[in-house]
């Protein structure tokens, strides 16, 4: 089993910056995958894009490449979203999940799932 707890949401002005954290514990993490996701109400869930916690590959989508930076702490078993240049648009709940199976820039197999965290960005 393996649990995901997400952190440092919150309210922000545009133009600034957030870092959230998934803090993962439970079955060894070696060699997979975890992932940010985010969903606005009437809105379907969007991929923002995943780390692998073996090699520190990372993919992130279009819309956030450039702003947003995932990274990963193997010693705190801990994955980062580094949110800059926050737009009103980004404003969502906020999840990270984890997935065993490949690759890296598939938004779908993921099984575990954190409770999420909402970012809000105010114009």
């Known amino acids: 089993q393996v649990q995901l707890v997400e952190s440092g949401g919150g309210l922000v002005q545009t133009g600034g910056s957030l870092r959230l954290s998934c803090a993962a514990s439970g079955r060894a993490f070696s060699g997979s995958i975890t992932g940010w996701f985010r969903r606005t109400p009437g809105k379907e869930r969007e991929f923002v894009g995943s780390t692998n916690w073996s090699t520190g590959s990372t993919f992130h989508a279009d819309s956030v490449k450039g702003r947003f930076t995932i990274s990963r702490d193997n010693a705190k078993n801990t994955v980062y979203l580094q949110m800059n240049s926050l737009k009103p648009e980004d404003t969502a709940v906020y999840y990270c999940?984890?997935?065993?199976?490949?690759?890296?820039?598939?938004?779908?197999?993921?099984?575990?799932w954190g409770q999420g965290t909402q970012v809000t960005v105010s114009s």
């Open positions: 999940a984890a997935k065993r199976t490949p690759p890296l820039v598939s938004p779908t197999g993921y099984n575990y």
